[in-house]
């Protein structure tokens, strides 16, 4: 391994010469405030509208709306929340099985659950570390069946195969269409984990627009923050209609009366923290243009070394939230994992993969030697957008 210290010190240089840092610590994603932020903010407290109603969050979800594509967005509280209530509007019950990738932040597999519904694990594709259209082929064509509803059921289990949730891991597009394609033939509805990917697209079209509902983070990490928030965005208004009343707790409008006609959700986002994304996604285009224009830098840099950086598709394009390298093998990559944290460069390893942790390993799951094989190898390195914007 020490062969690879000279390398190493490379890599650190590189990503300390790009980011502008020749000392100090560089963190792996950090938000920035360049726009109006403050005045928005400021503009919020003295409205006295900081909480669930408020223009701001209007303004944003018609923004959201806007550069999506989609016809309706609704803004909540965090990406999580988001994922759940698109669940529950698309009407995924206890005991359904929810298909998703064993690569993903937990949130995906945690919001599957809340319900009591069951993740069901299929294998990503190494290219595009996103859902494997053809491990999600195989997969239905040997665990499933077709009962006499129309619907997919799991073989093994007899449990209804209602949902798929790819995810954009690191915001890079996988190939959605194909999983798309796939959903519609065994009649299983689309739910997008766009968490990371806004501003990434395929044929042109923005992540999330493809199934049912797609749903964003605006946590701190990801490319644009509420502080915490998310959103869920889909064409069919029906469904925004039902999500909404879901996420509001269930309250049916009416001058004075508090009546709520279903258990429902607090998980609308309050207009003090819509106010500080509304001034974020004022400033996407920049942030995404600085983004792939580091990339680019990576891109040419790892040319020259024997490790792998990871680009995006053809056909698609990606946001490049957090730049992933990969290294050839797992002792290789913690070696550089233990040399840029020393180094006071911030990066990390890809997450524990879902079917490995212990309240979802007896989840069912086939071969996922995809899956496997990336995060022995995957590291995210720095990946903030630069300040001399
Ligand atoms: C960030 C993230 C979420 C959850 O979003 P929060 O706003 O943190 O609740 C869900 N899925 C993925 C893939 C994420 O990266």
């Not at 919001?111 to 993740?119: D, F, N």
């Not at 954009?168 to 959605?176: K, L």
């Not at 224009?293 to 891109?299: D, F, N, R, V």
């Not at 995006?312 to 990559?333: D, M, P, S």
Request: with cysteine; hydrophobic share 40%; aromatic share 10%.
């Amino acid at each position: 391994m020490s062969q690879n210290i000279g390398i190493f010190d490379d890599i650190i240089d590189f990503i300390r010469r790009i980011h502008h840092k020749p000392e100090g610590f560089i963190p792996l994603h950090e938000p920035r405030f360049i726009g109006n932020e403050r005045v928005y903010v400021a503009d919020a407290i003295d409205s006295t509208f900081v909480s669930s109603i408020g223009e701001y969050v209007d303004r944003f979800e018609e923004k959201v709306c806007r550069v999506t594509g989609a016809a309706y967005a609704i803004a909540t509280v965090n990406g999580t929340s988001a994922l759940h209530a698109a669940l529950v509007t698309a009407g995924v019950k206890k005991d359904d099985e929810v298909i998703t990738q064993p690569l993903t932040f937990v949130a995906t597999a945690n919001a599957i659950t809340y319900g009591g519904a069951l993740p069901v694990f299929v294998d990503v594709d190494k290219d595009t570390l996103s859902l494997s259209p053809s491990k999600l082929a195989d997969f239905l064509k040997k665990n499933s069946k077709l009962g006499s509803d129309g619907y997919a059921y799991n073989k093994l289990t007899g449990h209804r195969l209602k949902a798929c949730v790819p995810v954009y891991t690191f915001g890079f597009p996988g190939r959605i269409e194909d999983i798309r394609d796939i959903c519609s033939v065994y009649n299983i509805t689309l739910i997008e984990d766009a968490a990371e990917s806004l501003g990434s697209t395929c044929s042109g079209r923005h992540t999330g627009t493809f199934g049912l509902a797609g749903i964003f983070s605006f946590n701190g990490n990801k490319t644009i923050t509420a502080g915490g928030g998310g959103a869920i965005i889909t064409d069919d208004a029906d469904f925004a209609k039902k999500a909404r009343h879901l996420a509001t707790t269930g309250k049916v409008p009416h001058k004075w009366e508090y009546v709520h006609d279903v258990v429902a959700y607090n998980y609308r986002m309050p207009n003090l923290n819509a106010a500080l994304v509304l001034a974020q996604i004022e400033k996407l285009d920049e942030f995404i243009k600085d983004k792939r224009a580091m990339a680019s830098e990576y891109s040419k840099f790892f040319e020259k070394t024997p490790f792998k950086f990871i680009k995006e598709q053809n056909n698609t394009k990606a946001n490049y939230w957090l730049n992933a390298i990969l290294f050839n093998n797992r002792e290789e990559r913690d070696a550089f994992l233990t040399f840029s944290n020393e180094h006071q460069v911030m990066t990390r390893p890809a997450w524990q993969l879902m079917h490995r942790l212990e309240m979802f390993n007896d989840c069912c799951y086939n071969n996922l030697e995809n899956a496997e094989w990336l995060v022995d190898r995957l590291v995210n390195i720095p990946s903030s957008v630069r300040v001399t914007l």
